[in-house]
Structure formats: structure tokens, C-alpha cells
């Protein structure tokens, strides 16, 4: 798909309701917001609840998009916002279950805990590190791991790059992030375990 004169043409035909040229932004854009989704660490139906929200608001905002060019950004703070909306509702859902008494765990069921205690520690510190890159680093990164074979054209026309700058800057990306991660007070062996 070519630069942001084609995007406009999209635009307007989409508005115009041609649903080819619908699909034609949505297949363009997917993947971020997926990434954007994934990346608040929402589980399948949540994510995809976040995804619908986001087309549904650009469907009320289609008339009037004055910047084309912008519109992967639009989407991806348009999908964070509904993100966060969803996680503040399940902050105020309080789930019991019948066994939360700890009244019968054993000691596998306790190293299990321990363990996923651990994984969540350490996927809240990536995390938080993350949170503290750029946008554009945010919003490539989370586009790049999206998928298990991400679509670098895709990707590039998203969010205005070209294809052949997305390893440079993902590997400056990673660099920045391995900083941050290493300034805090957690330690990553090999295996992404906590040391």
C-alpha cells in the first residue's frame, strides 16, 4: 500500500461506505492495535473487545480525519484508552472462588504459585520498563511482537517508516530497553528467569 495520499483515498472511500476500502484500513492496521492490546496484557476476549471499541470509534470519527498520516497514532492511543477502561472495570470486579481459603494447597500447588509470583514480577518490571521508551519505541516494539511473524511492510506503512528502518531502530529500541532494565533493581539470566 503506498504513502498517506492512498491512506486519504481509503479514508474517503471507506466514509463514503465502500467496505473493500474498510478492510483495506483495517487489515493495515490490526496488528498495532493487537500489539496495543497485548501489550496492556489482556486476555483474548478483552483484547479483542479493545480492538472492536477502536474500530467502532473510527467508524464515529471517519468524516472528519483531517491528518491521514496520523491515524496509526490516533488508533493506538484510541486502543490504550480503551485498555485502561477495561482494566479499571476488572479492578473493581473481586473474583472468590470456593478454594481462595488456601485451606487445601499442597506444597506443588505452592512452588507453582511461587513461580507464576515470579513470572508476574518479572513481566511487571519489562513491563514498566517498556512504559518508559518513546512512543515510538512502544508502539514498534509491541507492533513487532504482535505476532509470531510480523509483517514488516505492514508494520513500516503504519507507522510511517520504511521497511528497511524497522531492524535499526527495533535493535535501538532493544538496546534502550536492556538499559532500563538493567538500571533497576531486576537481573534477567538467559531464559528471562529473575536472578
Known amino acids: ?59 464515529d ?24 477502561a477495561v482494566l479499571r472495570k476488572k479492578g473493581r470486579e473481586h473474583l472468590v472462588r470456593d478454594d481462595d481459603l488456601a485451606t487445601n494447597v499442597v506444597d506443588e500447588q505452592v512452588r507453582a504459585l511461587d513461580a507464576s509470583l515470579l513470572d508476574d514480577e518479572r513481566d511487571a518490571q519489562l513491563w514498566a520498563c517498556l512504559g518508559r521508551l518513546s512512543e515510538r519505541c512502544q508502539v514498534l516494539l509491541r507492533a513487532l511482537m504482535a505476532s509470531d511473524r510480523p509483517n514488516y511492510k505492514a508494520i513500516a506503512e503504519a507507522l510511517g517508516m520504511s521497511i528497511g528502518s524497522i531492524g535499526p531502530t527495533r535493535m535501538r529500541c532493544l538496546d534502550k530497553l536492556r538499559d532500563l532494565v538493567g538500571s533497576g533493581d531486576y537481573t534477567f539470566d538467559r531464559g528471562g528467569r529473575p536472578s
Not at 25 to 36: G, M, N, Q, T
Not at 66 to 74: I, N, S, T, V
Open 1 to 59: 500500500m503506498g504513502g498517506p495520499g492512498e491512506l486519504t483515498e481509503l479514508l474517503a472511500r471507506a466514509s463514503g461506505g465502500d467496505a473493500a476500502a474498510w478492510n483495506a484500513v483495517v487489515d493495515r492496521f490490526a496488528s498495532l492495535l493487537w500489539a496495543v492490546a497485548r501489550g496492556h496484557r489482556l486476555g483474548q476476549e478483552d483484547a479483542a473487545d479493545v480492538v472492536q471499541n477502536t474500530w467502532l470509534k473510527l467508524l
Open 61 to 84: 470519527h471517519l468524516d472528519g480525519i483531517a491528518q491521514p498520516e496520523a491515524l496509526a497514532g490516533w488508533l493506538a492511543t484510541t486502543a490504550r484508552y480503551e485498555c485502561l
